[in-house]
Protein backbone atom coordinates (compact mmCIF):
# COMPACT_ATOMS: atom_id res chain seq x y z
CA UNK A 1 0.00 0.00 0.00
CA UNK A 2 1.32 3.06 -0.97
CA UNK A 3 2.36 5.74 1.65
CA UNK A 4 0.17 9.01 2.12
CA UNK A 5 1.24 12.04 0.89
CA UNK A 6 2.18 14.29 3.28
CA UNK A 7 0.05 17.16 4.63
CA UNK A 8 0.78 20.93 3.09
CA UNK A 9 1.83 21.60 6.82
CA UNK A 10 4.42 18.89 7.02
CA UNK A 11 5.41 19.89 3.58
CA UNK A 12 6.49 23.67 4.78
CA UNK A 13 7.78 22.13 7.78
CA UNK A 14 10.24 19.87 5.74
CA UNK A 15 11.08 23.20 2.96
CA UNK A 16 12.54 24.63 6.54
CA UNK A 17 11.85 28.36 4.86
CA UNK A 18 13.23 27.60 1.35
CA UNK A 19 11.82 29.77 -1.02
CA UNK A 20 9.77 28.66 -4.13
CA UNK A 21 10.52 29.90 -7.22
CA UNK A 22 8.08 29.34 -10.10
CA UNK A 23 9.64 30.00 -13.71
CA UNK A 24 8.01 29.60 -16.97
CA UNK A 25 6.96 31.64 -20.30
CA UNK A 26 4.80 34.38 -20.05
CA UNK A 27 1.27 33.08 -19.87
CA UNK A 28 2.02 29.89 -18.13
CA UNK A 29 0.13 31.03 -14.99
CA UNK A 30 2.76 31.15 -12.45
CA UNK A 31 0.83 34.29 -10.49
CA UNK A 32 -2.01 32.20 -10.59
CA UNK A 33 -0.93 29.31 -9.31
CA UNK A 34 1.22 30.87 -7.04
CA UNK A 35 -1.07 31.75 -5.00
CA UNK A 36 -3.16 29.49 -3.92
CA UNK A 37 0.46 27.17 -3.55
CA UNK A 38 1.52 29.91 -1.24
CA UNK A 39 -1.83 29.63 0.95
CA UNK A 40 -1.37 26.47 1.50
CA UNK A 41 2.11 26.32 2.47
CA UNK A 42 1.60 28.74 4.76
CA UNK A 43 4.27 31.04 2.42
CA UNK A 44 4.13 34.81 1.36
CA UNK A 45 3.45 35.05 -2.41
CA UNK A 46 5.48 37.70 -4.44
CA UNK A 47 5.24 38.97 -7.58
CA UNK A 48 8.65 39.39 -8.79
CA UNK A 49 7.24 41.95 -11.96
CA UNK A 50 5.08 43.58 -9.48
CA UNK A 51 8.21 44.39 -7.32
CA UNK A 52 10.00 45.07 -10.42
CA UNK A 53 7.40 48.29 -11.65
CA UNK A 54 7.13 49.10 -7.95
CA UNK A 55 10.63 49.82 -7.04
CA UNK A 56 10.98 51.29 -11.02
CA UNK A 57 7.91 53.33 -10.91
CA UNK A 58 6.73 52.43 -14.15
CA UNK A 59 5.24 49.45 -15.78
CA UNK A 60 7.29 46.88 -17.26
CA UNK A 61 6.31 48.43 -20.69
CA UNK A 62 7.91 51.77 -20.07
CA UNK A 63 10.94 50.41 -18.23
CA UNK A 64 11.43 48.35 -22.14
CA UNK A 65 10.53 51.35 -24.00
CA UNK A 66 12.97 53.60 -21.60
CA UNK A 67 15.34 51.19 -20.92
CA UNK A 68 15.64 48.08 -23.36
CA UNK A 69 15.77 45.16 -22.48
CA UNK A 70 18.79 45.03 -21.10
CA UNK A 71 17.98 47.63 -18.95
CA UNK A 72 15.12 45.95 -17.59
CA UNK A 73 17.29 42.42 -16.72
CA UNK A 74 19.59 44.50 -14.82
CA UNK A 75 16.46 45.73 -12.48
CA UNK A 76 15.17 42.13 -12.80
CA UNK A 77 18.36 40.92 -11.29
CA UNK A 78 18.54 43.44 -8.62
CA UNK A 79 15.07 42.90 -7.35
CA UNK A 80 16.08 39.07 -7.11
CA UNK A 81 18.63 39.49 -5.03
CA UNK A 82 16.63 41.68 -2.43
CA UNK A 83 13.90 38.67 -2.91
CA UNK A 84 16.33 35.73 -2.39
CA UNK A 85 17.34 37.44 1.31
CA UNK A 86 13.72 36.63 2.94
CA UNK A 87 12.90 32.99 3.22
CA UNK A 88 8.96 31.31 2.96
CA UNK A 89 8.01 33.29 -0.34
CA UNK A 90 6.21 31.54 -3.49
CA UNK A 91 8.22 33.84 -6.16
CA UNK A 92 6.41 34.36 -9.34
CA UNK A 93 9.28 35.21 -11.76
CA UNK A 94 9.69 36.84 -14.90
CA UNK A 95 9.66 35.03 -18.18
CA UNK A 96 13.14 35.46 -19.12
CA UNK A 97 14.95 35.19 -15.77
CA UNK A 98 16.33 32.41 -16.74
CA UNK A 99 18.43 34.22 -19.41
CA UNK A 100 21.34 35.04 -16.31
CA UNK A 101 23.50 32.76 -14.60
CA UNK A 102 24.14 35.39 -11.50
CA UNK A 103 19.58 34.65 -11.58
CA UNK A 104 20.36 30.72 -10.95
CA UNK A 105 23.15 31.95 -8.41
CA UNK A 106 19.65 33.32 -6.85
CA UNK A 107 16.98 30.88 -7.47
CA UNK A 108 18.83 27.73 -6.62
CA UNK A 109 18.83 28.78 -3.18
CA UNK A 110 15.10 27.37 -3.12
CA UNK A 111 13.36 25.58 -5.69
CA UNK A 112 12.70 25.72 -8.82
CA UNK A 113 9.47 25.06 -10.51
CA UNK A 114 8.74 25.15 -14.28
CA UNK A 115 5.37 25.48 -15.50
CA UNK A 116 5.15 23.96 -18.73
CA UNK A 117 2.30 24.86 -20.60
CA UNK A 118 2.02 24.02 -24.57
CA UNK A 119 3.00 26.93 -27.05
CA UNK A 120 -1.06 27.23 -28.42
CA UNK A 121 -2.18 27.24 -24.27
CA UNK A 122 0.68 30.61 -23.91
CA UNK A 123 -0.75 32.18 -27.06
CA UNK A 124 -4.43 31.43 -26.41
CA UNK A 125 -4.17 33.01 -22.91
CA UNK A 126 -2.01 36.24 -23.46
CA UNK A 127 -4.06 37.18 -26.38
CA UNK A 128 -7.21 37.25 -24.06
CA UNK A 129 -4.67 39.28 -21.80
CA UNK A 130 -4.68 42.94 -21.74
CA UNK A 131 -1.39 42.74 -20.25
CA UNK A 132 1.14 44.70 -22.72
CA UNK A 133 3.95 42.06 -23.26
CA UNK A 134 6.78 44.04 -24.81
CA UNK A 135 8.66 41.17 -26.20
CA UNK A 136 5.54 40.24 -28.21
CA UNK A 137 4.85 43.41 -29.15
CA UNK A 138 5.12 42.64 -33.16
CA UNK A 139 3.03 41.62 -36.18
CA UNK A 140 3.37 37.89 -35.60
CA UNK A 141 3.61 37.10 -31.88
CA UNK A 142 2.91 33.70 -32.36
CA UNK A 143 6.43 32.87 -34.37
CA UNK A 144 8.32 35.21 -31.58
CA UNK A 145 6.59 32.98 -28.97
CA UNK A 146 7.38 29.92 -30.76
CA UNK A 147 11.18 31.22 -30.92
CA UNK A 148 11.01 32.64 -27.45
CA UNK A 149 9.94 29.13 -26.40
CA UNK A 150 12.47 27.42 -28.18
CA UNK A 151 15.50 29.58 -26.71
CA UNK A 152 14.40 29.19 -22.95
CA UNK A 153 12.95 25.65 -22.84
CA UNK A 154 16.37 23.91 -22.23
CA UNK A 155 16.89 26.46 -19.37
CA UNK A 156 13.80 25.93 -18.00
CA UNK A 157 14.46 22.03 -18.11
CA UNK A 158 17.03 22.70 -14.91
CA UNK A 159 14.24 23.47 -12.99
CA UNK A 160 14.08 20.82 -9.95
CA UNK A 161 10.49 20.37 -10.52
CA UNK A 162 8.43 20.31 -14.06
CA UNK A 163 4.61 20.45 -13.70
CA UNK A 164 3.05 20.01 -17.08
CA UNK A 165 -0.09 21.92 -17.90
CA UNK A 166 -3.34 20.63 -19.29
CA UNK A 167 -5.88 22.67 -20.73
CA UNK A 168 -8.88 23.01 -18.50
CA UNK A 169 -7.37 22.74 -15.38
CA UNK A 170 -7.72 24.93 -12.95
CA UNK A 171 -4.37 27.21 -11.16
CA UNK A 172 -5.63 25.49 -7.30
CA UNK A 173 -5.65 22.07 -9.25
CA UNK A 174 -2.01 22.48 -10.23
CA UNK A 175 -0.98 23.49 -7.68
CA UNK A 176 -2.33 20.65 -6.06
CA UNK A 177 -0.29 18.23 -8.01
CA UNK A 178 3.24 20.76 -7.39
CA UNK A 179 2.38 19.92 -4.14
CA UNK A 180 2.26 16.25 -4.56
CA UNK A 181 5.38 16.47 -6.65
CA UNK A 182 7.78 18.30 -4.14
CA UNK A 183 8.78 15.79 -1.29
CA UNK A 184 10.45 13.66 -4.18
CA UNK A 185 12.63 16.77 -5.13
CA UNK A 186 13.07 17.34 -0.68
CA UNK A 187 14.12 13.88 -1.04
CA UNK A 188 16.72 14.51 -3.97
CA UNK A 189 18.22 17.54 -2.39
CA UNK A 190 18.52 15.75 0.70
CA UNK A 191 20.53 12.74 -0.86
CA UNK A 192 22.46 14.40 -3.28
CA UNK A 193 26.47 15.47 -3.39
CA UNK A 194 27.48 18.71 -3.21
CA UNK A 195 28.58 19.45 -6.47
CA UNK A 196 27.61 22.47 -8.25
CA UNK A 197 24.43 23.11 -10.38
CA UNK A 198 26.37 22.90 -13.80
CA UNK A 199 24.42 25.38 -16.29
CA UNK A 200 23.29 24.59 -20.12
CA UNK A 201 22.72 26.80 -22.77
CA UNK A 202 20.11 26.61 -25.97
CA UNK A 203 21.82 23.48 -27.65
CA UNK A 204 21.86 21.63 -23.77
CA UNK A 205 26.05 22.21 -23.91
CA UNK A 206 27.86 22.72 -20.84
CA UNK A 207 28.24 26.71 -20.19
CA UNK A 208 30.04 29.46 -17.99
CA UNK A 209 26.96 31.96 -19.45
CA UNK A 210 24.13 32.23 -21.38
CA UNK A 211 24.84 35.01 -23.44
Known sequence: MAAASPSAGELARRLQGLNLYLVGMMGAGKSAVGRPLAEALGYRFIDADSVI?????????????SDGETGFR????????????????????????????RNWGHLQQGVVIWLDAPQELLLAR???????RPLLAQA??????????????????????????????SPSQIAQRLLEGLPRILRQRQQAPGAPAQLRDSDGQPTASLN
Request: aromatic share 4%; net charge negative; glycine share 8%.
Open 53 to 65: EQTAGRSIAEIFA
Open 74 to 101: DLETAVLDSIAHWHSLVVATGGGVVSRP
Open 126 to 132: LIADPTV
Open 140 to 169: EPAERLAALLAERRPLYGQADLTVAQQAGE
